[in-house]
């Protein structure tokens, strides 16, 4: 019974510690031009009530279903009073839930190993950093690891509820990114594996037909196709977004066939864990992670150190965390915050393989330099967790930027809204973007009513305040009749770069307030 109670408070203590962790500066990183996309869609959700599915681009709608409740507490009345914060706190609390999902399987991995899990999972850089990101894979983790662990408490209980939820859990997997079919297919060809492993080397067959109960079978398909079916179509607004969310595997095996922007070699996903080091800069590892991972699929597969451990359950993990490895490596189409979920599953094996390493290390002195060392590496990784979120939270020379938005977008919106303040329409200036590249400007200036947006230059491009992007503003600047103020920002690294370009007596107007209001500022100002 203390055992228990030790291992809930420490579990409790990791998550809560986890979140407040995780919470302050939410609103710090520029908005990802994935973000803001997720965040318009959301706004459509929340004005209409309505959801359609989109099998091209977009993936599925939990993410936004989940974010209704962040917007409604945070009071906002319209899109332009949601922040950042409203959005990515959804994320940071499904991060959270991976560590309080480690309460339902500690009999499974050990207690022990678990706690460590935990610990890890906060710990992890590229967990830590993807967790506050608005964006679906952390759901598609959760989701994930919900499906396992309700499926362990099922074979542990024989329990039909169980069953029910795992078959949940599976149904919102679907609902959130068209890569479930990835982690779904590679746990059932996992639990093939382990199961003719068990029989070959590990002692009787398992007796499969005191699992299978119908009623419990069909409760886990019948919840998990009512969730995915509720959800892709809308809540039964769109009738065909079910079929859609099947048709769209033909775009994403295009897609992920590669041939594209975002085609990366085999490695690398492991090089980004193993070590990354841009000059100047700071290097970058989660190598612990991969070396105590490696240590614990070892002893998973001997059988030996892991304590309470239950030696198959942690044998199915090992096979399904190398194959998801083997099988996004061999992908060309790579994005970082793919890895997520082969990554937590080698957290979950680095766990195991603290336990392990104390347990093959007799003597005790040798045991206090492991856990010193431990200690030193985890250090380490919380280090890099904090600069990744905060002073390289969108530079380059951080491993999990990817395709970041700069400061200066952040600059160029509160300009434009500046100059917004003296112009005779306010906040209904008339702005008009021309770029093939401009997202994320539709977040920045959503609380600007009358925001055109073009791929091209348009017959009359002349307006108050005009955003370009360099392919086009040669032709732009042929077509313009007015005299502008022109100032450029960078968008994104290396030469992502917009223009914006200011009617010359709007400019005036906006700098002659600025140098009253810094005059009345001096002035007020005591000697």
């Known amino acids: 019974m203390k055992k228990n109670w030790a291992f809930l408070t420490l579990i409790l203590l990791t998550a ?16 990802h031009c994935d973000e803001a996309v997720h965040a318009v869609k959301c706004n459509d959700l929340w004005q209409t009530g309505k959801y359609k599915y989109d099998l ?25 009073e949601t922040t950042e914060t409203t959005y990515r706190i959804v994320p940071v609390l499904f991060g959270v839930g991976l560590i309080l999902l480690l309460l339902l399987i500690g009999d ?21 950093f ?56 590679t746990l059932l060809l996992a639990l093939v594996i382990n199961t003719i492993w068990h029989w070959r080397f590990s002692g009787p067959r398992v007796v ?32 065909s977004g079910p079929l859609d969310s099947l048709k769209t595997f033909t775009t994403y095996f295009g897609r992920a066939g590669g041939h594209g922007l975002h085609d990366h070699p085999w490695y690398y996903y492991l090089h980004m864990l193993a070590y990354t080091h841009y000059v100047p800069g700071p290097w970058w590892s989660e ?58 599953g080698m957290i979950l094996l680095a766990g195991v393989g603290v336990v392990a390493l ?20 985890g250090y380490h990784l919380g280090w890099q967790a904090y600069r990744v979120n905060t002073r390289f939270c969108a530079d380059y020379r951080n491993p999990y930027v990817y395709s970041h938005p700069r400061f200066e977008v952040v600059d160029l919106a509160r300009r434009v809204e500046d100059i917004a303040t003296v112009h005779p329409d306010g906040n209904a200036m008339l702005v008009k973007v021309m770029a093939d590249d401009y997202w994320p400007l539709p977040w920045y200036l959503r609380r600007l009513s009358s925001v055109g947006y073009w791929e091209h230059v348009p017959e009359h491009p002349d307006a108050p305040v005009i955003i370009v992007g360099a392919e086009l503003q040669p032709q732009l600047d042929e077509q313009l009749q007015d005299e502008y103020q022109v100032n ?25 307030k600025r140098l009253r209001s810094q005059s009345a500022a001096a002035e007020a100002t005591p000697p």
């Open 108 to 128: 499974g991995l050990g207690r022990r190993a678990a706690v460590c899990a935990g610990v890890l999972t906060a710990l992890s850089p590229a967990m830590s």
């Open 287 to 344: 190598g612990l992670i991969l070396l105590l991972a490696g240590i614990g699929a070892v002893a998973a597969i001997v059988g030996k150190g892991v304590r309470d451990g239950y030696v198959p359950l942690l044998r199915l993990l090992t096979i399904y965390t190398l194959l998801l490895i083997v099988i996004y490596s061999a992908i060309p189409y790579k994005t970082p915050w793919c890895m997520l979920g082969f990554l937590h």
């Open 208 to 239: 499969w037909r005191g699992y299978y109960r119908g009623k419990a079978l069909a409760g886990a398909v019948l919840a998990g196709a009512a969730l995915s079916i509720l959800l892709y179509s809308g809540f039964l607004t769109n009738a």
């Open 16 to 31: 809560f510690v986890t979140l407040t962790s995780r919470l302050p500066k939410l609103d710090y990183r520029p908005m």
């Open 56 to 80: 091209h681009e977009y993936h599925g709608p939990t993410l936004y279903y989940c974010t209704l409740p962040s917007i409604l507490l945070s009071g906002a009345k319209d899109f332009g």
């Open 488 to 512: 450029s920002y960078g968008l994104r690294a290396p030469s992502v770069v917009l223009w914006a370009y200011i009617e010359r007596d709007l400019w005036d107007k906006y700098v002659d």
């Open 130 to 185: 993807y967790g506050r990101y608005y964006i679906q894979e952390t759901l598609l983790v959760f989701f994930t690891f919900a499906a396992l662990v309700a499926g362990w408490r099922y074979v542990r209980s024989r329990n039909a509820g169980w069953a029910i939820l795992a078959g949940a859990a599976i149904g919102l997997m679907h609902a959130t990114k068209e890569t479930c079919i990835i982690a779904l297919g």
């Open 358 to 377: 104390i347990q093959w290390l007799r003597f005790t002195p040798l045991r206090v330099i492991a856990g010193v060392l431990l200690l030193v590496g």
